[in-house]
């Protein structure tokens, strides 16, 4: 399981996507947990993205759990809630 920090913005996102590609060849089925999320931007859903692209280039599932509402809202913006799989805690 890919775990995100509590902060995810422009400035942690390059240091954070290393980290978590790092992580996804020793997964089968990626699991992004966002439960830690409390301060992030739009740059999480590109390192969202960054890491589904390679998950699906390894031939493996990609999923985001215990979503934060408002990242929930912000991938539902950009349309891209499908695409990653987004659910919350609750779900």
């Known amino acids: 399981m890919l775990v995100l920090p509590a902060e995810l913005t422009q400035h942690e996102a390059s240091a954070c996507l290393a980290q978590l590609l790092g992580q996804i060849g020793a997964e089968t089925a990626v699991v992004a947990d966002a439960g830690a999320l409390t301060r992030f931007d739009s740059a999480a859903l590109a390192v969202l993205l960054a890491c ?3 998950s699906v280039d390894a031939g493996k599932t ?12 912000l991938a539902q913006l950009y349309g891209i809630a499908d695409l990653l799989d987004v659910s919350s805690a609750a779900a």
């Open 62 to 73: 990609f999923a985001v759990r215990q979503a934060p509402a408002k990242l929930q809202q």
């Open 52 to 54: 589904r692209r390679a």
